[in-house]
């Protein structure tokens, strides 16, 4: 048999970004921050202490489960064939060895399970120093994934790349020529992972942002359409940060959700890390265009982003002021509107979008409640609801659209409405127009026929852009009769 079919030879395994899309360290301390946002100030303590025994402290704290983490099947294909050679395979990781360890009995493939302790990093050359000390030189092939693992190749009989970019896979055959590069799916490749990126961002959602636009077109000022633009950009840019974080923070949810599973983040697409690095750059070209708009504008935008981050740590997990928060950050896009296009807002105009908006926020909630009861679980993980509040939540959905109706219903009435509409009378007939739209919309949302987010729902609904569309109407031939 020649070298590089012999049998004896071991197969070492890295473990994050290699037998895993993602990395079990980043994960753990999202999955801390999330469960227990207080001990923030603790965990930046436990950074000082350096590597090894940062990753100490963060695995007596909490682990990852293997069934939660997206694995690699090229890799699990491998190791099955060097099992059936009768060889050893060893998962040999930078990790904690708590971390390594339950990974590995998880999932009962390695004969071995090796990661850092309190006192060794096992990464880099520290990795390859242990590996030849184990198995000499060119004793071992050995599977990795990143920069970490240019200082253990050269030391492999065989150099074997998983999910590693263009880039990285030509740096292993400059170093070692004979690499093998395991087949992956198109986020290893540029194109590929900008489109993960893109999709992380969330493009679709900026359609709730278009509520910037209101007091411009409330207020009948064309004037006001160009900042009001600009500030739609920031806000587009800046939620879109949020998201990230939001979706960092939430990837134990959402592996658990049939369709949130595939976000880029919970499908090991993109690398938690990168995802910090990512919002920190929409954030700050956010503040860049808010520049160009009256402070009063950066004030609003940093007041979203500080309550929006507060809700992705706090906030969401609190029974009913979850609801209040969401329709309060639907409202704020109108008072961000107002503050760039120097546009001041009406008392009428803040009542009515304060309950509609607190109306949609509750609709995101009973999709949630439906989706749960139908996949037959009592309760949310990592909210404050359970399966028997759908009712009262319903309850308060209905409660807070009817409100909406009838503070149109009142501006409607004001003597004061005859300064901007020529025949207010025919706006009556908006009113009757989202008393049904509320009502549809509750009865599909309670039926599990609701997109996750309202908003976006009605903006792709045929009825509802339907319903939209004669409102206006009916608004603009108010004011030119």
């Given at each position: ?6 049998t004896d030879v071991p197969l070492i395994v890295d473990l994050d970004g290699t037998l895993t899309k993602s990395d079990t360290m980043h994960e753990a301390l999202l999955l801390l921050i999330s469960k227990h946002p207080a001990k923030l100030p603790q965990i930046a303590a436990w950074l000082l202490s350096g590597k090894a025994k940062f990753k100490d402290r963060l695995a007596s704290e909490v682990l990852i489960d293997a069934a ?273 296009g120097g546009i001041p807002l009406s008392e009428w105009l803040l009542a009515f979008s304060m309950f509609l908006f607190l109306s949609l926020a509750a609709v995101k909630r009973i999709s949630e409640l439906t989706d749960l009861k139908a996949r037959k679980l009592t309760s949310t993980d990592g909210r404050g609801y359970r399966v028997a509040d759908l009712p009262v939540v319903l309850g308060a959905m209905l409660a807070s659209g ?80």
């Amino acid at each position: 048999m020649d070298e590089t079919g012999r049998t004896d030879v071991p197969l070492i395994v890295d473990l994050d970004g290699t037998l895993t899309k993602s990395d079990t360290m980043h994960e753990a301390l999202l999955l801390l921050i999330s469960k227990h946002p207080a001990k923030l100030p603790q965990i930046a303590a436990w950074l000082l202490s350096g590597k090894a025994k940062f990753k100490d402290r963060l695995a007596s704290e909490v682990l990852i489960d293997a069934a939660s983490v997206p694995i690699r099947d090229n890799v699990l294909a491998l190791i099955s064939a060097a099992k059936a050679e009768k060889r050893k395979v060893l998962l040999v990781s930078a990790s904690n060895q708590r971390q390594v360890k339950q990974i590995a009995a998880q999932l009962g493939l390695f004969d071995e399970a090796v990661g850092s302790d309190d006192t060794r990093n096992l990464s880099g050359k520290e990795k390859a120093r242990w590996l030849v000390e184990r198995f000499g030189e060119k004793g071992f092939d050995y599977i990795g994934d990143s920069n970490a693992d240019l200082d253990v190749w050269p030391a492999a009989r065989q150099a074997i790349t998983a999910g590693s970019n263009r880039t990285m896979r030509k740096r292993v055959d400059e170093i070692c020529g004979n690499a093998l590069h395991l087949a992956d799916d198109d986020s290893s490749d540029t194109f590929g992972r900008s489109r993960h990126y893109i999709k992380a961002m969330r493009p679709h959602q900026w359609l709730k942002n278009l509520l910037i636009f209101v007091p411009a077109l409330a207020a009948h000022d064309p004037a006001a359409l160009l900042p009001s633009f600009l500030a739609f950009c920031a806000f587009c840019l800046a939620a879109s940060s949020i998201y990230l974080i939001n979706d960092m923070l939430d990837l134990h949810v959402d592996r658990q959700h049939p369709r949130k599973r595939n976000r880029p983040f919970a499908a090991g697409t993109i690398p938690v890390a990168h995802g910090t690095v990512h919002s920190g750059v929409l954030l700050c070209s956010a503040l860049a265009i808010a520049g160009f708009l009256p402070p009063l504008f950066a004030t609003v935008l940093l007041g979203y982003v500080g309550l929006t981050f507060a809700y992705s740590l706090v906030l969401k997990r609190k029974l009913m002021i979850d609801i209040w928060t969401l329709g309060a950050l639907y409202t704020i896009r109108i008072v961000a509107g107002g503050a760039a296009g120097g546009i001041p807002l009406s008392e009428w105009l803040l009542a009515f979008s304060m309950f509609l908006f607190l109306s949609l926020a509750a609709v995101k909630r009973i999709s949630e409640l439906t989706d749960l009861k139908a996949r037959k679980l009592t309760s949310t993980d990592g909210r404050g609801y359970r399966v028997a509040d759908l009712p009262v939540v319903l309850g308060a959905m209905l409660a807070s659209g009817y409100c909406s109706v009838v503070i149109l219903a009142l501006y409607v009435s004001n003597a004061n409405v005859a300064s901007l509409y020529s025949e207010p009378r025919l706006l009556w007939l908006a009113c009757m127009m989202l008393l049904y739209w509320i009502n549809r919309v509750a009865i599909i949302s309670y039926r599990g026929e609701m997109h996750d987010d309202p908003i976006v729902f009605a903006l792709r609904d045929r009825i509802s852009l339907l319903v939209f569309l004669c409102c206006g109407t009916v608004f603009v031939v108010s004011a030119q009769l």
